[in-house]
Nanobody, 121 residues
Framework: QVQLVESGGGLVQAGGSLRLSCAAS????????MGWFRQRPGRERELLAT????????VYLDPVKGRFTISRDNAKNTLYLQMNSLKPEDTAVYYC??????????????WGQGTQVTVSS
């Protein structure tokens, strides 16, 4: 199995940027497809972006297309989410996730503990 730890969350003004990181340990990071989810207050968890094990293919959901970028560094066992042009509605707890299968909105097998992102207006 793989253990995941997110970092990089915090408070930022609208229009600003943050980069989230997700450090993986345990089994080989490159064995897993990866994704970022978030859960906004009072809402269900939603998938934001996914990347295949090699990093060659990425998928973005509509709320973050053109603003967020998912990437991974298999040599550093780390997943990233670069978030630009942040909006107050991006305020949420952000989770990284891993799975041997392609990740979908249904979820994933392994999860981090989450990192809070708060965007002020």
């Amino acid at each position: 199995q793989v253990q995941l730890v997110e970092s990089g969350g915090g408070l930022v003004q609208a229009g600003g940027s943050l980069r989230l990181s997700c450090a993986a340990s345990g089994r080989s990071f490159s064995d897993y497809h990866m994704g970022w989810f978030r859960q906004r207050p009072g809402r269900e968890r939603e998938l934001l972006a996914t990347v295949t094990w090699s990093g060659s293919e990425t998928v973005y959901l509509d709320p973050v297309k053109g603003r967020f970028t998912i990437s991974r560094d298999n040599a550093k066992n780390t997943l990233y989410l670069q978030m630009n042009s942040l909006k107050p509605e991006d305020t949420a707890v952000y989770y990284c996730a891993a799975d041997r299968m392609v990740i979908s909105s249904r979820g994933a097998t392994y999860w981090g503990q989450g990192t809070q992102v708060t965007v002020s207006s």
